[in-house]
C-alpha cells in the first residue's frame, strides 16, 4: 500500500511539475472575483458589480435586474430545467435556460417579513437549494419556486459551509469562529449537531473521500472524518488565512494563502509543491491576495486575485516532459548521453547539468560562467569516455565527469581556427570544421591533434555546419551556400558525390527513409534528398512554418518530428498533415537550438531550447479527441445586432421574412487549454460546396440577400489540438418568401395571367375575324364592281367594235371605191387622206377596244399583241425583226389600262426606230422575273443621247410618265452601235 501511495505521489509530483503556463484574464470592470464555477461551457464569475460570464473570448457582464444590490456573495449552482442560482448580498437570483439576464427571487421569513441581507447558497441537491438569509437557513425547491423547510439558525456571520453525503444522509456541514457544525437535512427539525475543531478556521472542503477538509486563519490546515467526526490539525501550510481549498481528486487538494499556491495530498499529508502565480504582459509580476480556487472538467484551475482579476492556470499534464534547472543559465546547447537514463545538458554559458531519466532528477554539475577560464560563449560540444568536450571558435575544452576538472586542451597540430562544430562519426571517432576543412581529430583529456579527411579536399571558404548519416556519409555545410555530399568508403576515405545547391547549413541529417530518401534540416528550410539520383525538393507547409530553421528531425513510423523557432513540429510526409506543439503543450518555449537534440536509443527524443530541455516518446504524444463546443457569440440580422434571442448561443431554428435575409454569427470553439489555437468551420447547404475554415479562434459567417427557402447551417469545431468534431452543430434557416414568390400566388398569377391572355387571344382573333369580313366584303363589292366595270368595258367594246368599227369599216370601203371613179388628182388626194384617216381610225379603235376588253387581262395576251403588232410595223418598214421570250407565264393577270400603258410604250418606241435610227434589226426580250416583267428593246441604229432626246421632245417624256404611273421603270441606254430601252413593271 505504501509503494502505491509514493506512486501515486510521484505522478502528483510530476503533474505539479509540468504545468502549463499561466494565462491571466482580467475583467476590467470588477475588483474582486471570489467565486467561479463551470456551466455548460461557461465560466460563472462573481465580482461586486453582477455576475461575469466568461465564454473564453470575451468577459461579459451580466448586471441582476431591478436590484440595487449587484454584489454577488456565493458560488453558482445549476437545477435539472438548467436554471442557475445564486444569490447576492440581498437577494436570492436566478438565470432560466436560454434567458440572458439574472432576476430576484423575492422571499419572506416565517413571519412574513422580506429578509433583504446576509444572502448566501452553500449548495443544492435534489432540486432544493441550501442557502441562508439573515437568521434562517432554507430549503427552497427550485422547480416548484417555494420554501420547502426554513428554520432559525445563527447563520449570519457564516461564510463557508458545504453539503456532503454520508451512508444514507445528506448533512450541511457549516462553520462559525471556532466551532464546525452539521444539519442532518433529512431530519431539518433536529438542531444542529456540534463538531469539535480547534482553532478558528475560515473554509472547509469536502474531499468527496469521507474527509472534511478546513483551513484555518492561521494558515494551517486540518482535516476532519466524516463517519467519525475525529478532527484533527495537519500543518501549517502559510502565514496568512487559508482563503480557499479546491479538490483536485480524492486525495489532493488546490490551497489558496495570500499569494500562494500550495498544492497538498491529505493521503499522506505531505506538501506535493507550491507555486506563485504571476500576471501576463512584460511586467509579469506575482499576484497577491489569491481568493478561492476551483478546478473546472477540464483541470484548468481558476482563481480571483483580489485587483486584478481572473487568473486562470493549466493543470494537464502536458504531451512533453520539461526539464529545468533554475541554477543554471538554460539556454541549451548540447544534450548528451553515455545510456539510456543518463543524460548531460550543456548550456552555452557552459552551465553542464546530469539527468536521471529513471528517477526525473536534475542537478547542476558545474557552472563554467564562474571559472577564470571561461570563454563565455560554446559553438558545441559531444561526450567521449566520460569526458565533455566543447568548443569555442579556436579552441577546445574538456571536463572530465569523474571528477569535474575543466582545462583547455593543448593542440599538438598546425593551429587550429574557426571552429565551428564537434561532432562524433563513423568509428566513434571525433570529428570538426577547421582550417577549412573538416578534419579528425584524436582528443586526449589535456590535449589534441588533428589531420585532413582523406577525399576531402580543403577549400577556398569555409566548412560550417556538417552531419554524418548512420553508414558514416558525410553532408557538409559549405560556406552555408550549398551542401557537399562525400560517400563513405571502406578505407576509412570519401569521395565526393554531388553538390546540393541547399542554403543553411546542415543542421541535423535523418536517418534513411523507405529505400533511397533522406531529410536535411537547414537554417532555411527542410529538404528531401534522393541520394541514388542526387535529387532534392524543399518541403513547404501551406502555413509557412516550414520556411524557417529547422534544428533536428527525427523519423518514427509516418512521421516527422522537427524541432524548430516556433515549437515542436510533427509532418507527415506523405499527407503534409502537420501539427505544431507550443509551450501550452508543456514546451520549454518557441525557440530550440542548433544541435540542442538527442535520440536515445529507448525511443525517447530530447530537444533542448533557450530556457530547458523537452524529452517525449513519440508514441506517447496524442492528439487531444475531445470534443468542445461551438457557442455562437453574435447574432445579426441585415448587419444590426438581434435582440431576437437574449443568447444567441440558443439559436437551433430561424424562421425569418425575406426583408431579413443577410444573416451574421459570429462564433467560437471552447477550449481553455488554449483558446488560440482553436478553430471553426461552417457549410451552408445550398450555398457552400466545401466547409469554409477559420483562420483564428473566432469564426464570422455572413449570408447576405439569401433566397427563400430552407438551409441548414452546419458548424464543426476543433480543440487546441486542431482535432475536429465528428458531429456538427446544425442549425435550420428558413427564409419565408413574400405572398408574391409564394407557390399560391404563383398558381394565382399564372391563372390570371393565363384568362388574360386567353381573353386577348380570343378577342385577338375576334377582331380578326370581323376585319376579315369586313375585307371580304369590301373585297366582294371590288370584285362585283370589277366584274361590272368589265362587263360595261366589254359592253362598250362590243359597242365600239358593232358600231363605230362597222361605219369606219364602210368609210374606207367607199373611199376605196370612190378612189377608184376620181379621174381628178386633187380629189384623189383628198380622198387617199380620208381613206388613211379612217384606216388609222380603225387601228386606234382596234387598241382601245383590245385594251378595254377584259378578256385580255393577262401578259400573254400583252405579249402576243406586242409581238404581232411589232412584226407587222417593222416588216412594213423594212427592218428585220428578233423576239425572245424567256420565263413568262402567260396566265399572270395585267388590268387593262396596264396593258394600254405598256403597249403605248413600246410601240413609241418603235416609232422612233423607225422614224430616226435608220436601224436594219431590232432585238426584244422579255423576260419575267419575280413578279416583275422585263421588256429590253435594241436596235442597231445611229443611236442618240438620252437626256437630249427628253429635253427636245415629249416622246420620251411621256414614255417615261406612262411607265411611273404604272408603278414601272422606263431606262435609255445608249450603245456603241445603237441604243436600249429597258422597260420594268409589276404584274398585277
Excluded at 526 to 536: A, W
Aim: proline share 2%.
Amino acid at each position: 500500500m505504501k509503494e502505491i501511495i509514493q506512486v501515486m505521489q510521484i505522478l502528483v509530483v510530476i503533474l505539479i511539475l509540468i504545468f502549463g503556463s499561466i494565462k491571466a484574464q482580467k475583467a476590467n470592470y470588477q475588483s474582486t472575483n471570489y467565486y467561479v464555477n463551470s456551466i455548460d461551457e461557461l465560466k460563472f464569475i462573481s465580482s461586486l458589480d453582477g455576475v461575469v460570464i466568461f465564454n473564453s473570448k470575451d468577459f461579459i457582464l451580466v448586471r441582476i435586474s431591478n436590484s440595487q444590490d449587484q454584489n454577488i456573495q456565493s458560488s453558482f449552482y445549476k437545477d435539472s430545467l438548467g436554471t442557475i442560482w445564486s444569490s447576492s448580498y440581498t437577494n436570492i437570483i436566478c438565470k432560466p435556460k436560454n434567458k440572458s439576464k439574472f432576476n430576484e427571487v423575492e422571499l419572506k421569513d416565517p413571519d412574513g417579513i422580506r429578509v433583504n441581507s446576509d444572502y448566501k447558497v452553500f449548495g443544492i441537491f435534489n432540486n432544493c437549494l441550501i442557502f441562508k438569509a439573515g437568521d434562517f437557513l432554507i430549503k427552497y425547491n427550485t422547480i416548484q419556486r417555494k420554501i420547502m423547510n426554513c428554520k432559525r439558525v445563527n447563520l449570519r456571520d457564516v461564510y463557508y459551509g458545504t453539503i456532503v453525503y454520508v451512508g444514507e444522509n445528506t448533512f450541511f456541514y457549516y462553520g462559525l469562529k471556532d466551532t464546525l457544525y452539521k444539519i442532518n437535512l433529512s431530519k431539518w427539525e433536529e438542531d444542529p449537531i456540534v463538531v469539535k475543531v480547534t482553532g478558528e478556521f475560515f473554509c472547509i472542503e469536502n474531499l468527496r473521500n469521507k474527509k472534511l477538509v478546513i483551513g484555518f486563519k492561521n494558515g494551517i490546515i486540518g482535516q476532519l472524518n466524516l463517519i467519525s467526526d475525529s478532527f484533527h490539525l495537519i500543518k501549517r501550510v502559510g502565514k496568512l488565512t487559508i482563503q480557499g481549498i479546491k479538490g483536485l481528486n480524492n486525495e489532493v487538494a488546490v490551497i489558496s494563502n495570500g499569494d500562494i499556491i500550495f498544492f497538498w495530498n491529505f493521503q499522506t499529508n505531505e506538501l506535493i509543491d507550491s507555486i506563485k502565480l504571476k500576471t501576463n504582459g512584460e511586467c509579469n509580476l506575482p499576484l497577491s491576495r489569491l481568493m478561492n480556487p476551483y478546478v473546472d472538467p477540464d483541470s484548468i484551475l481558476w482563481i480571483g486575485s483580489d485587483g486584478y482579476g481572473i487568473v486562470s492556470y493549466n493543470l494537464k499534464q502536458h504531451k512533453f516532459n520539461l526539464i529545468k534547472e533554475e541554477l543554471c543559465n538554460y539556454n541549451t546547447l548540447a544534450i548528451l548521453t553515455s545510456s539510456y537514463k543518463d543524460y548531460y545538458f550543456v548550456s552555452r554559458n557552459g552551465a553542464i547539468s546530469y539527468f536521471d531519466l529513471i528517477k526525473s532528477r536534475t542537478k547542476c554539475l558545474i557552472d563554467l560562467a564562474k571559472n577564470p577560464y571561461n570563454p563565455v560563449f560554446y559553438k558545441s560540444a559531444i561526450l567521449l569516455d566520460s569526458c565533455i568536450y566543447l568548443c569555442t571558435w579556436s579552441a577546445i575544452y574538456s571536463l572530465d565527469l569523474r571528477n569535474l576538472k575543466f582545462c583547455k586542451l593543448k593542440n599538438l597540430s598546425d593551429p587550429l581556427s574557426e571552429l565551428f562544430e564537434l561532432k562524433l562519426g563513423p568509428g566513434n571517432k571525433v570529428f570538426a570544421t577547421g582550417n577549412k576543412n573538416i578534419v579528425e581529430l584524436d582528443l586526449t583529456k589535456k590535449s589534441f591533434n588533428w589531420k585532413f579527411l582523406d577525399g576531402v579536399p580543403r577549400k577556398v571558404k569555409n566548412y560550417t555546419y556538417f552531419d554524418f548519416d548512420e553508414i558514416g556519409n558525410l553532408y557538409a555545410g559549405y560556406n552555408e551556400e550549398t551542401i557537399l555530399y562525400y560517400e563513405k568508403l571502406t578505407n576509412n576515405s570519401w569521395k565526393f558525390i554531388h553538390e546540393y545547391n541547399i542554403s543553411g547549413g546542415v543542421k541535423c541529417v535523418s536517418k534513411l527513409i523507405h529505400d533511397s530518401i533522406r531529410f536535411i534540416s537547414t537554417s532555411t528550410g527542410f529538404y528531401k534528398i534522393s541520394y541514388k539520383v542526387n535529387s532534392y525538393s524543399r518541403i513547404i507547409d501551406s502555413k509557412g512554418l516550414l520556411d524557417q530553421t529547422i534544428y533536428a528531425v527525427y523519423p518514427h513510423k509516418e512521421y516527422l518530428w522537427l524541432s524548430s523557432n516556433t515549437g515542436i513540429l510533427r509532418l507527415n510526409p506523405n499527407t503534409m498533415d502537420l501539427h505544431q506543439f507550443t509551450e501550452k503543450d508543456g514546451l520549454q518555449g518557441s525557440e530550440f537550438n542548433t544541435f540542442s537534440y538527442c535520440f536515445s536509443k529507448n525511443g525517447n527524443v530530447f530537444f533542448g531550447g533557450t530556457n530547458g530541455v523537452n524529452y517525449f516518446n513519440p508514441d506517447s504524444v496524442k492528439l487531444s479527441d475531445k470534443e468542445v463546443p461551438v457557442r455562437i457569440t453574435d447574432f445579426r440580422i441585415n448587419d444590426v445586432v438581434s435582440d431576437r434571442f437574449e443568447e444567441p448561443d440558443i439559436i437551433e431554428t430561424l424562421q425569418l421574412p425575406y426583408s431579413e435575409n443577410t444573416l451574421s454569427f459570429e462564433i467560437i470553439s471552447v477550449d481553455f487549454h488554449d483558446q488560440s489555437l482553436t478553430r471553426v468551420m461552417h457549410k451552408l447547404e445550398g450555398i457552400d460546396n466545401n466547409y469554409i475554415t477559420s483562420s483564428t479562434s473566432t469564426g464570422i459567417i455572413r449570408y447576405a440577400n439569401l433566397a427563400p427557402g430552407s438551409y441548414k447551417l452546419h458548424i464543426i469545431g476543433s480543440n487546441a489540438d486542431k482535432v475536429w468534431n465528428k458531429a456538427a452543430r446544425i442549425i435550420n434557416i428558413q427564409i419565408v418568401p413574400p405572398f408574391w414568390m409564394t407557390s399560391w400566388f404563383r398558381l394565382l398569377s399564372i391563372f390570371l395571367i393565363l384568362s388574360l391572355a386567353y381573353k386577348l387571344i380570343r378577342d385577338y382573333y375576334k377582331r380578326q375575324l370581323e376585319k376579315k369580313n369586313l375585307l371580304l366584303k369590301q373585297q366582294q363589292l371590288i370584285i362585283e364592281k370589277q366584274e361590272a366595270v368589265e362587263k360595261e368595258r366589254t359592253r362598250i367594246a362590243s359597242e365600239m367594235h358593232d358600231d363605230l368599227g362597222s361605219g369606219l369599216t364602210t368609210i374606207k370601203y367607199l373611199s376605196d371605191r370612190a378612189l377608184k371613179n376620181v379621174s381628178g388628182d386633187e380629189e384623189k388626194v383628198q380622198i387617199e387622206k380620208i381613206a388613211d384617216q379612217s384606216n388609222t381610225l380603225v387601228r386606234n379603235m382596234s387598241e382601245i377596244i383590245w385594251a378595254m376588253n377584259s378578256r385580255f387581262d393577262n401578259l400573254g395576251n400583252l405579249l402576243s399583241y406586242i409581238r404581232r403588232y411589232t412584226i407587222e410595223y417593222l416588216e412594213e418598214h423594212k427592218i428585220q425583226v428578233q423576239w425572245e421570250q424567256l420565263n413568262i407565264d402567260e396566265q399572270s393577270t395585267l388590268s387593262g389600262a396596264k396593258r394600254r400603258s405598256i403597249f403605248l410604250v413600246i410601240k413609241e418606241a418603235l416609232h422612233n426606230i423607225v422614224k430616226h435610227s435608220e436601224a436594219n434589226n431590232v432585238i426584244i426580250r422579255c423576260s419575267e422575273e419575280g413578279f416583275k416583267v422585263r421588256i429590253n428593246v435594241v436596235d442597231d441604229g445611229v443611236g442618240f443621247d438620252p437626256l437630249t432626246a427628253i429635253e427636245k421632245g415629249n416622246g420620251l417624256y411621256n414614255m417615261k410618265n406612262r411607265m411611273k404611273e404604272i408603278a414601272g421603270n422606263f431606262e435609255i441606254i445608249a450603245l456603241e452601235k445603237g441604243s436600249k430601252i429597258l422597260i420594268e413593271f409589276p404584274l398585277d
